[in-house]
């Protein structure tokens, strides 16, 4: 993960534009999936948990944050969601949080024997 860290966020010199933006697409989208297993992985170990994206970030994925690791547990979380995996909550004047979407306890078990 963390050659594909590299390579996401340092272009190597001399590839093509759209040549590199492939390969960061797929790098992306493969480190993506893998963020939101994990984030599934702590749910199901933790089902009461509740954080904002720094706190999944410190805490549930127990990363300090880069640039692009922050981009890309953003995009494992909008995806969840888009799934209905997990619940977004907002409220005004703090950051949204994460939770578990209890209905789906069944399809998130089923994902990760999968994986």
């Known amino acids: ?21 492939t ?8 480190n993506v999936w893998g963020i939101a297993r994990e984030i599934l992985r702590y749910l199901e170990c933790h089902p009461d948990a509740k954080d904002t994206v720094d706190g999944i970030v410190q805490w549930w994925l127990r990363q300090q944050g880069s640039a692009c690791w922050r981009r ?27 939770q578990l979407n209890p209905q789906q306890r069944e399809a998130i078990a089923t994902i990760l024997e999968g994986s």
């Open 23 to 30: 390969m960061t697409e797929e790098l992306s989208t493969a």
């Open 72 to 98: 890309d547990v953003e995009r494992a979380l909008a995806l969840l969601c888009s799934h209905s995996l997990i619940l977004e909550t907002r409220r005004p004047g703090v950051p949204p949080y994460y």
């Open 1 to 21: 993960m963390t050659l594909a860290l590299f390579l996401y966020c340092y272009p190597e010199p001399g590839v093509g534009e759209k040549k590199w933006s």
